[in-house]
Structures are given as structure tokens and as C-alpha cells.
């Protein structure tokens, strides 16, 4: 049996260990507790049983394990200017033995493989072929579940705030490329090297939304609001955060995911 309160002990044990002033660890706490929720309930959503309710919130808490080191080491969320993060983690967990303070001594080897695998995958654009069906679901669970807290996330904090010292690697912002809005096109996620501008970068936090799976994350989403106001482009005030032919794209990024949604349902 999984236990969920020694578990979140020993979580915030771990980070009690990094810099509290650094905006950025507290960040990834939040962000950390906020997905374990998000997974408990698409879990729920699942009727998952058993020790697999207690996993797929165990994935959530432990998938950005690696995000603590990677900002002592570099100061900065950008995985293209210093590490992969997810691989980072699994590390530490998994080859480094983090992982014991977590899980009872007991669990299956095969448990342990699959938490593993949806760990290093979590931020991948899409997931290898070829993942057994437990391991694919438990993928899927956190894949859904980050992607439904990252528009909180992208929501309440300016750049500057959220992705550290490597701020500047994004350009002013301007119209989005053909080939990014190709992507939008067909409903698909962008991949890193397609993104240059503060704009690209933009659009492609929104089309994660294509690529969420399970019903109960839309119905997440859609609750809370984030990704709507992102597509909107607008301030507090209601005033255009892009400028008009930014506006104009971002309008198009919007239609398409209200389009694939509307044909998903919600069911
Ligand atoms: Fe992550």
C-alpha cells in the first residue's frame, strides 16, 4: 500500500532542502501539488482502483522531481538551455534511489519500471509506440494533468517570472511562422525548434490542448478558465496583449481548439 501522506513528507522534505527565495522552487511546489490533484481526479475520473488511484497521484507528485535540481544547477525551466528535466528525475529516482522514500518496500518491479517510463516521458512531444496499455494510461495521466496546470502556470506569471535565466532566448514578439500554423492546421503539438519568438512560444502552450486525451482534463480546463483567457490574448483590462496580426492568428489557434474539442465532447 501506498502511503500518500508519508509520501508528500518526504517531497517537501526534498525541497525544503533547495533556496525558498528562488521564485522558481516554490513555483515547481505548487505547480507539483496542483498536478497530484489533477491526476487524482482524471484518476477518479478513470475509476482507477486500488494502489493504481494512489500511482497515478504519485506520478503527479514526483514528475518535475528534476526540476529542483536543474535550477540549482542552471537557474532556468528551459530543458534546451540545460538539462531534460524528466530524464534528470527519473534519475535521481530511480538510479539514484530517491525513489525508496516514496514507494513501500515491496512494490513490484514491474510498478516501479512503469512509474519510471511515465516519468522520463511526461514532457515528450509525443510517446514512443510500443508502451504496454497500464504503462500508456499512466502516461497519458500526467501528460494531461501538467498540460491542464501549465496554462495556470502561463496564466498568472509573465516570462520573466517563470522561466529564469534563459528569458532571452525567445525573441519580441511577431507573427507566428507558416510552419508552426501548419501545426495548428492539424491539430498537433509544436515541437521546441519551431519556436523563436515570446509569440511561438505562445501558440504552442495553447495547442497543447490538442494533444490532452481523456475527457475528465477538457472538462479541468475548461473549469478553470487559463487556456481560454490565453486564447483570448487580452490583459486584465481587456486590452490585446499581441499585436494585430498576432491577434488575428491567435484567433485561428482559438477556433481550432474549440472545433476539435467541440467534436471530442466531453463524454
Ligand atoms: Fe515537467
Not at 532542502?17 to 491526476?39: P, S
Request: charged letters at 30%; aromatic letters at 8%.
Amino acid at each position: 500500500m501506498l502511503d500518500r501522506k508519508r509520501a508528500e513528507e518526504a517531497f517537501n522534505t526534498y525541497t525544503a532542502k533547495y533556496d525558498q527565495g528562488n521564485t522558481l522552487i516554490w513555483l515547481k511546489v505548487v505547480h507539483t501539488f496542483k498536478v497530484a490533484e489533477n491526476c487524482d481526479r482524471i484518476g477518479m475520473s478513470l475509476r482507477l482502483e486500488g494502489d493504481d488511484a494512489d500511482l497515478a497521484w504519485l506520478v503527479g507528485l514526483l514528475h518535475d522531481f528534476g526540476r529542483f535540481e536543474q535550477v540549482r544547477r542552471f537557474n532556468t525551466f528551459s530543458d534546451a538551455a540545460s538539462v531534460d528535466h524528466a530524464e534528470l528525475g527519473a534519475d535521481l529516482l530511480f538510479h539514484e534511489g530517491f525513489i525508496k522514500e516514496y514507494v513501500p518496500d515491496n512494490m513490484p518491479e514491474e510498478t516501479l519500471r512503469m512509474l519510471e517510463t511515465a516519468i522520463r516521458l511526461h514532457n515528450k512531444l509525443a510517446l514512443p509506440e510500443g508502451l504496454d496499455e497500464r504503462t500508456q494510461l499512466f502516461c497519458n495521466i500526467i501528460r494531461d494533468a501538467d498540460k491542464s496546470d501549465i496554462f495556470r502556470v502561463i496564466t498568472e506569471l509573465p516570462l520573466e517570472q517563470r522561466i529564469g535565466s534563459s528569458k532571452n532566448a525567445f525573441t519580441e514578439a511577431d507573427e507566428a511562422s507558416p510552419e508552426i500554423m501548419e501545426r495548428v492546421m492539424e491539430h498537433r503539438c509544436v515541437p521546441r525548434a519551431m519556436k523563436h519568438t515570446r509569440f511561438e512560444l505562445h501558440i504552442s502552450h495553447c495547442c497543447m490542448a490538442f494533444e490532452v486525451v481523456f475527457p475528465e482534463s477538457r472538462r479541468i480546463i475548461k473549469e478553470q478558465g487559463f487556456l481560454e483567457k490565453l486564447l483570448l490574448g487580452c490583459d486584465e483590462e481587456g486590452n490585446p496583449m499581441w499585436n494585430e496580426r498576432e491577434m488575428a492568428q491567435l484567433a485561428i489557434v482559438r477556433r481550432e481548439i474549440h472545433d476539435a474539442w467541440d467534436s471530442k465532447g466531453l463524454q
